[in-house]
């Protein structure tokens, strides 16, 4: 048996103590080149207590591409370990980089020697292009969207535009990993559950965010045909029906998200579902009969960014909505039966221990007028190449500059080992907000 194609999922660390997600990134981009007829394995390091040897076993079976994936943190240092071990077994296998740190730096990720060919944008076509330019069918300049080496230098191509219409993409092989290994959410306890994405990419604008940058503020959404299709292959072929839809934004089309929610209603599955990307102003938008078909659907929980209960800071965030529409739609879900997760941050640059304290009485009104939600409390995170970045530069955020660096930065704690605006009156009182926030509510077990 030969092998063309390998996946390789790195650990994420901390991350994966929480609960294992299906790998929906890799599974995607290993869509097209299997309709290709490429033959494609998935090799998951949280899964795999062997995948050195089961790397190592399907290179020597042919192997010419293993593709990796990875965001910011301690998933880097996995991904370094990798890519070092593929190198250590053959020097020919070109080794790709994909993932959301890969598009949002691709010049710092090239500080990886053992890494080949970067991926600057989607990788849907990315691996079956690789596959020609190596078969010797087209020239490697001629693939779209990357960084690679040539006589020792770091060169990029022209940018590969994104996939409009998705529903022109192939199936995603689940076959590709035991589906029985992940799981999403615990709706119905001791039934199997899935993660997987509607849509691509946001079309708003907030400061903090890295989705800005790296869906270039488009959206764009497979229809809801093609959803349903997929929610019955998945329940057909694998008995599930509990979903949990991680979009960056579910709501990108207010006529797509009536339909799927009146299409989820109607079809007599028995479908429990959830998404972790919907504002707030697009359930205010829902009418009554469209609020009652949410509840049908089997909606069983909405996760809504709120950011801050300040409106200087909702304005610094560019979050383009107000704290009364939030408060309208809080009042209105209150009706239901459904879990909100109103997701809050602290600790801004320009933000003041009093627009902090505005922030956590917001917070708390929330919670006294509707006893389905909840309101984590998260410290804000600084990431390249978004608006806030450059704020949280210029009030003395001291960022990393290399590759490693990056590796070591923790969303947690990174405050602690880079020096920033923050005075210790002002972390402590984030501190004790976030860890009090986590425990001020008995809702935030619906989700792994």
């Given at each position: ?23 929906i ?12 007829g490429y ?15 089961n ?11 293993v593709?990796l994936?990875?965001m ?6 996995h991904m370094?370990a990798a890519?070092?071990?593929?190198k250590?077994?053959s020097?020919?296998v ?13 010049d710092?990720c090239?500080?990886d020697?053992?890494?080949d060919?970067i991926?600057?944008g989607?990788?849907d ?18 693939v ?5 080496r040539e006589?020792?230098?770091v ?7 994104q996939v ?15 589906l029985?290994?992940y ?8 039934k ?11 079309q ?21 045909g ?6 019955a ?8 029906k ?13 006529k797509?998200?009536?339909e ?5 209603a109607e079809?007599g ?5 959830g998404?972790?990307g919907?504002r ?23 996760d809504?960014?709120?950011e801050?209960?300040?409106?200087r800071?909702?304005k ?10 939030i ?35 917001f917070r708390?009104?929330?919670?006294e ?15 390249p190449?978004?608006?806030?970045f450059q ?11 290399t590759l490693i ?5 923790n ?8 020096p920033?605006w923050?005075?210790?009156r ?13 425990f ?5 077990g619906y989700?792994?």
């Amino acid at each position: 048996m030969t092998t063309d194609i390998i996946l390789l999922q790195p650990r994420c660390g901390i991350m994966d103590t929480m609960g294992i997600r299906v790998p929906i990134g890799l599974l995607t981009v290993a869509a097209v080149p299997i309709s290709a007829g490429y033959k494609v394995v998935l090799i998951d390091q949280r899964m795999d207590n062997d995948w050195e040897k089961n790397l190592e076993r399907h290179i020597n079976q042919g192997a010419k591409i293993v593709c990796l994936t990875t965001m910011v943190g301690e998933q880097i240092l996995h991904m370094l370990a990798a890519s070092r071990f593929i190198k250590s077994i053959s020097k020919d296998v070109l080794v790709a980089l994909g993932g959301s740190w890969a598009q949002i730096q691709p010049d710092m990720c090239a500080q990886d020697e053992n890494i080949d060919v970067i991926c600057c944008g989607e990788g849907d076509y990315l691996l079956t292009d690789l596959m020609e330019y190596l078969e010797g069918k087209r020239k490697i300049e001629e693939v779209l969207g990357i960084l690679y080496r040539e006589n020792g230098l770091v060169k990029r191509t022209a940018p590969r535009p994104q996939v409009e219409d998705l529903d022109t993409l192939p199936k995603i092989p689940y076959h590709l990993v035991n589906l029985k290994n992940y799981t999403a959410v615990s709706y119905r306890h001791g039934k199997p559950s899935i993660a997987l994405v509607t849509s691509r990419g946001c079309q708003f604008r907030c400061t903090f965010c890295s989705i800005v940058t790296l869906s270039r503020q488009t959206w764009r959404g497979y229809s809801v045909g093609r959803l349903m299709e997929d929610l019955a292959e998945l329940e057909s072929k694998y008995g599930i029906k509990d979903f949990f839809f991680s979009d960056d934004l579910i709501s990108g089309s207010h006529k797509r998200l009536v339909e799927f929610v009146d299409a989820l209603a109607e079809c007599g599955r028995d479908y429990n579902w959830g998404t972790s990307g919907i504002r707030a102003d697009a359930v205010w938008r829902l009418d009554e009969r469209t609020m009652n078909q949410l509840l049908k659907s089997g909606c069983r929980n909405l996760d809504i960014g709120v950011e801050s209960g300040n409106p200087r800071m909702l304005k610094v965030i560019k979050k383009d909505t107000t704290l009364n529409v939030i408060e309208t739609v809080n009042r209105k879900l209150s009706k239901y039966p459904i879990i909100l997760k109103f997701t809050f941050m602290g600790g801004y640059p320009t933000e003041t221990e009093e627009e902090f304290l505005d922030t956590m009485r917001f917070r708390r009104k929330l919670l006294e007028e509707n006893p389905y939600a909840t309101a984590p409390v998260f410290f804000y995170t600084p990431f390249p190449d978004t608006a806030m970045f450059q704020l949280a530069v210029e009030n003395g955020f001291n960022p990393p500059k290399t590759l490693i660096e990056w590796a070591n930065f923790n969303y947690n704690t990174w405050y602690k080992t880079n020096p920033c605006w923050l005075t210790k009156r002002k972390t402590s009182l984030v501190e004790n907000a976030s860890f009090l926030s986590f425990f001020s509510t008995k809702k935030l077990g619906y989700k792994y």
